[in-house]
């Protein structure tokens, strides 16, 4: 266990890159913030270091080392936190190297909206499937994603691929678009071996995209709604696809 009290120590200047995509692809690591998201990232992923204010040292000694927890001001926590207001913790883990195959699950097609990325993320966690393709996305392992996953993304198997590859990687799995208009009601599919294909907040699917996808959902409206949220819809889309 060790003190950090300056702007400038080469372990501050690290938590302060890894914000940015650039460093988190160069030093394969990504931050995670607040007690219950680190908590949980640290039972499947491999922590690098944690850094805490001393009023939570007890707290972060329940779940690492003493080895791997450095003590900070609230000076250096405000440099390096995302938040705005700040939870007092903040760890570092290496992003993990993904061997396995494509598997049951979802693609996120150019979501951009961390948020709804995250809630994305948290939704197929919740359905217990392994798979998350990003293809053209905002950055998975982005802190703001991170946080909205509430650490559930350590269960998954993340996929950041090109839609070329993916089309090359899938295999016998097919794919399927959730779409506005014109596709089946879930009760009509059979979601055995889909990847369900979830697009762009404002844009949804690219036309092309969509024409390689073997399946189209469409959720039916009652209330005549043109169309939800990319987070809202496609976690409804998953209860009703994967929750059976």
């Not at 988190?24 to 270091?49: D, I, M, P, W, Y």
């Not at 938040?83 to 760890?91: F, K, L, M, V, Y």
């Not at 469409?218 to 209330?223: A, F, I, N, S």
Request: proline share 3%.
């Amino acid at each position: 266990m060790q003190t950090i009290n300056s702007l400038d120590n080469p372990k501050v200047k690290l938590l302060d890159q890894l914000k940015h995509k650039k460093y988190r692809k160069q030093h394969s690591k990504f931050l995670a913030e607040g007690f219950n998201t680190c908590s949980t990232l640290v039972q499947k992923l491999s922590l690098n270091s944690i850094f805490t204010l001393e009023e939570h040292l007890e707290e972060v000694k329940k779940i690492t080392p003493e080895n791997k927890i450095f003590i900070i001001n609230k000076k250096i926590l405000n440099k390096i936190s995302n938040a705005t207001t700040p939870s007092g913790i903040i760890a570092i883990f290496d992003i993990p190297k993904t061997k396995a195959k494509l598997t049951e699950g979802i693609i996120l097609a150019q979501i951009q909206d961390p948020g709804n990325m995250g809630t994305l993320i948290r939704t197929a966690a919740a359905m217990n499937l392994k798979t998350v393709v990003s293809v053209e996305s905002v950055d998975v392992w982005s802190p703001k994603v991170v946080q909205a996953t509430a650490g559930t993304i350590a269960n998954l198997n993340i996929f950041e691929i090109s839609w070329q590859e993916l089309l090359e990687k899938k295999d016998k799995l097919e794919l399927c678009a959730l779409v506005v208009k014109d596709g089946k009601d879930a009760e009509d599919i059979d979601f055995k071996n889909k990847l369900l294909v979830i697009g762009n907040e404002a844009q949804g699917i690219p036309k092309e995209w969509t024409k390689d996808c073997e399946k189209k959902l469409t959720l039916q409206m009652p209330g005549k709604t043109e169309s939800l949220n990319a987070a809202v819809a496609g976690s409804v889309a998953m209860y009703l696809a994967f929750s059976k």
